[in-house]
């Protein structure tokens, strides 16, 4: 059997950038933090930064997959599908939308761009960030910040309001973030902002120099009647705390530092 080169060599280009278009780029963790505010998107962009993605429940789910008695599971978020569909960019964003909105924050605030869901059909949709810890050491703590825009109230309280946060450390298991799973008295059915402020997130595992770190913020497809609550992710930071050891080893390399530093200088007094 005989290969055409040429027509192989286009074949495997396309494939790359079909794979390319439906995959995120890790973005670098930094000793300064990372931030999003979704502002580059502009008010008609449909892609949302290079390093999100958006995911939905797998099809064999609906909306009464994931309710108050069993909550959002580890086996829902890794069950989930990627979506290869664009962003709507609106203002307002309406009704229901599985691949998402490049909304504004409010009609009088159009600069300011928010990526908004409504899931209908599966258990949810979710938004993910992949970083890479390229800070100076490992942690496995970090702090985040983001804002909920509710950007609608549906008929009936939702089952699971808000997002719900949940990380993986590079290809191990989804873990929940349960001390940031909101309730109706943080993330109320009415329309609002909601904002989470430098809370302490404690992981499971540690991120070394160079592993990857994935947060997926979650929004449940509600039991209730469609519409659900619209909500949409805003000004996301993520800063690392260095792990304890790592601050002993950055004093005993100054303290190493200085006692070489003194060596030198007596033996230049006594030369």
């Known amino acids: 059997m005989t290969f055409n080169r040429s027509i192989l060599a286009q074949a495997l280009a396309v494939a790359l950038v079909a794979g390319a278009a439906n995959s995120a780029h890790a973005i670098a963790l930094l000793d300064g933090g990372y931030q999003q505010s979704f502002d580059s998107m502009g008010t008609a962009g449909t892609t949302l930064p290079t390093d999100w993605t958006l995911w939905n429940g797998a099809s064999s789910s609906n909306n009464n997959t994931w309710t108050n008695a069993t909550g959002i599971t580890v086996a829902g978020v890794t069950a989930m599908v990627q979506s290869g569909v664009a962003l709507t960019a609106v203002t307002t964003p309406s009704s229901t939308n599985n691949s998402g909105w490049n909304a504004a924050r409010s009609a009088t605030l159009t600069s300011d761009r928010v990526v908004a869901t409504s899931p209908t059909t599966n258990a949810g949709t979710g938004l993910q960030l992949l970083l890479t810890n390229g800070t100076s050491s490992s942690f496995n703590q970090f702090l985040v910040s983001y804002d909920t825009v509710r950007y609608t109230a549906a008929t009936t309280a939702g089952d699971l309001p808000g997002y719900q946060l949940f990380a993986q450390v590079n290809s191990g298991a989804w873990t929940n973030i349960a001390a940031l799973n ?37 929004d449940d497809n509600a039991t209730q009647s469609s519409p659900d609550q619209i909500l949409g992710l805003n000004n996301v930071l993520i800063t690392a705390i260095p792990e304890p050891q790592e601050y002993a080893l950055m004093l ?16 230049q007094l006594s030369a």
Request: cysteine-free.
């Open 252 to 267: 005993a390399g100054l303290g190493l530092v200085g006692a070489v530093a003194r060596r030198r200088a007596k033996r």
């Open 182 to 218: 909101p309730t109706l008295t943080q993330v109320p059915n009415t329309v609002g902002l909601t904002s989470v402020s430098g809370a302490v997130v404690t992981l499971g595992s540690a991120v070394n120099i160079g592993d990857t770190l994935r947060l997926r913020w979650i």
